[in-house]
């Protein structure tokens, strides 16, 4: 059974801490409770996402600098 990780806040969703890094996370790394996922920005300001469930991504929902709303998956775990 697939879980999802949804947006807390709208803004525009990143997977990266910064154009040149890495990304938090990729399909097949495990996340667990309290990972960072991704970055929501608004208006300047960057709001970390934190996994509220435990698993392995199997797919993001949201591609990187994508628009997102309040409660859209962003990632989906299994």
Do not use: C, W
């Amino acid at each position: 059974m697939s879980k999802q990780l949804l947006s807390p806040l709208p803004g525009t969703f990143y997977r990266k801490p910064s154009p040149d890094a890495a990304p938090y996370k990729n399909v097949g790394d495990p996340v667990a409770v309290g990972d960072v996922i991704g970055l929501i920005e608004v208006m300047k300001s960057f709001n970390e996402v934190h996994a509220d469930q435990a698993g392995t991504i199997k797919a993001f929902a949201a591609d990187d600098e994508e628009p997102v709303m309040a409660g859209q998956p962003l990632a989906e775990l299994e």
